[in-house]
C-alpha cells in the first residue's frame, strides 16, 4: 500500500513579486485574466498585490473575484513606535477584501537596526501586534521574514525569535525569505531544517530568489527539511534575476518520484497537461517572446536536432527525454534543419499530416532541397510553414491559387506642405487569378507593409480567407551565406482563429525575401483553409 502523501501548498506571487519586474506593469485586466489562469491551474494561494499602494491593486482588492484559491494581500507589519490602530497602511491591508494577509517583516538584525531604526524587542512586538489584527480581522495570516537566511547567519537567535513570534500569535504560515537570493541549496537546507525544530514544518514556507541560478532547487532543497509550502511566480519573473519559478516547480513535484511520490500538489494530472498552455498565456498578457528553452515548456524543451538522437527518438522518445512532453501539455519536435536525418524529415511530415511512404524516393531529394536552402540562408526550423509548404510541393499538393506578374514598390522622401520631411511608402502589384488581371496599390509604413497590403487588398475569390489574416511579427537578420550577405526574414502571420505561423524569405534583397515570405504565408492560409483551386 502506498504511504500516505503529504500536502503541499503553492503559493503564487506573479501579481506582487512579479510585478516587479522590470517591464512588466499589469493593468486590472491582466491582474484578473493571471488569476484566473492560477486559479483554474490549481495553486492554492494567489498574492494580488499591495492594497493602497497603487489604484489597480486598491481597486482589485474591493471587488468580488469569484477564486477558489486563497487570495492574498501583501503589506507591512505596523510601523516603529505605532499602534496597529493608528498605522493608514496596515489600515488599508486589513480593510482590503483578502482571504489572507501576507506579511513582510524584518527578521535581519542588521537590517531592524539600520533599516528600520528600531529596537529588536519592538520588531518583535510589531510581529506580534500585527499577526494580532490580522487575527481578530477573521483573516489567515502569513508572514514574510525578509532576510532570513542572511539573518539567520547574523544573528540565529534573533531569526529564530522573529519566526517563533509570528507562529505563537497564531500565523498560519511562516515564510523564510531568501530575499537578495544568495543562499545555496545546502545551506537552506540546513537552516530550515534548524528552523522546523522551532515552528513546526506543516507551517514554515519558502520564498526564493534566482540570484544563483538555484531558486527552484533551493524550494525543493527547503522541501526535503520540511517545508510545506512553496511561493513563486509564473516563468520565474520577478525583480533582478526573478523569482522561483512555479512552472519548473510544479513539473518537478508531479513527475519526479522522489517528489510525486512523498507530496500531493492542488495540480491534477489533467491540469499538469495545461502547464505550457498557461506559462505561455502569461507570455501572451506580458506582450513577451517566452524563453524557448525553458525547462518543461519551452518551445525547444522537447527540441531534437541531430539525426542519430532524432532516429533513436523515432523508436522510444524515452531515449532522449526525461518525461513525456505531453504530460506538461508541451510536444516533441524534431527539427528539420542541415543536421537533420531522414527521421526528422518524416516525423516532421508526419506531425503537419502528409501522408507519404517511407522509402518515396521524393523524401531524399526533399531532404537534399531543405539541405541546400538551408547553406544559403534558410533556416527551416524557425519556419514550419513554409517547410511544410516545400513539402507539400515536392510531393505536387500545392494548387497554383495566383500569380504575381509584377510588383513595384517605390519608397519616396520629400518636404510636404506643412515643412516637415516626410518618407511615403507605396507599392503595385498586378495579380492573376483564374482569368481576371487584377491591380492593386496602397501606401504603407515603410516598403514592406506597404507590398504587404497591396498584395492583400485583392485576390478576386480567394480574397474571403485572407480577410482574417494579420502580421504579428517581423524579423530581419543580415546574414553571411557563402560569399556574398544575405537578408533573412522571418514573418509570423495570425488568423481568425488565433492559430500563428511562421514564414521564411531570404535574398540579397530585403524586400525581395519580404515577398517569398508573405507569399508563403498567404498561400498557407489558402492551404490551411482548404480553399477551391
Ligand atoms: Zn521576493
Known sequence: ????????????????????????????????????????????????????????????????RGLRATFTAFGMTRRPGRSTANDPGLAALLDARADAICYVAKTWDYHVRVALETTLEDNLASIRDSVGAAKAKGREVLLDCEHFFDGYKANPDYALACAKAAHEEGARWVVLCDTNGGTLPHEVEAIVKAVTAVVPGDHVGI????????????????????????????????????NANLVSLIGNLKLKPEYSGSFEIGVTDDKLAHLTRVSRSLDEILNRAGNRHAPYVGDSAFATKAGIHASAILKDPATYEHVRPEAVGNRRKLLVSDQAGRS??????????????RDDPRIVRLLEVVKEREAVGYAYEAADASFELLARRMLGKVPQYFDVTQFDVNVEQRVNAVGERVTVSMAVVKVTVGDDKLISAAEGNGPVNALDLALRKDLGKYQTYINGLNLTDYRVRILNAGTEAVTR?????????????????????VIDASFQALMDSIVYKLVKSGAPT
Open 489 to 509: 526574414v522571418l514573418i509570423e502571420s495570425e488568423d481568425e482563429n488565433g492559430e500563428r505561423w511562421t514564414t521564411i524569405g531570404v535574398s540579397s534583397n
Open 1 to 64: 500500500m502506498p504511504r500516505e502523501r503529504l500536502y503541499l501548498y503553492l503559493f503564487d506571487t506573479t501579481l506582487r513579486d512579479g510585478a516587479q519586474t522590470n517591464g512588466v506593469d499589469f493593468t486590472l485586466h491582466d491582474k484578473l485574466a493571471v488569476a484566473a489562469l492560477l486559479d483554474d491551474l490549481g495553486v492554492d494561494y494567489i498574492e494580488g498585490g499591495y492594497p493602497g499602494a497603487n489604484p489597480v491593486d486598491t481597486e482589485l482588492f474591493g471587488r468580488d
Open 344 to 357: 526528422n524529415v518524416l516525423a516532421e511530415l508526419e506531425r503537419v499530416g502528409i501522408a507519404v511512404e
Open 207 to 242: 520564498h526564493a530568489h534566482n540570484d544563483t541560478e538555484q531558486a527552484v532547487a533551493n524550494s525543493l532543497a527547503a522541501v526535503r527539511a520540511g517545508a510545506r509550502h512553496i511561493q513563486g511566480t509564473l516563468n520565474g519573473i520577478g525583480e533582478r534575476c526573478g
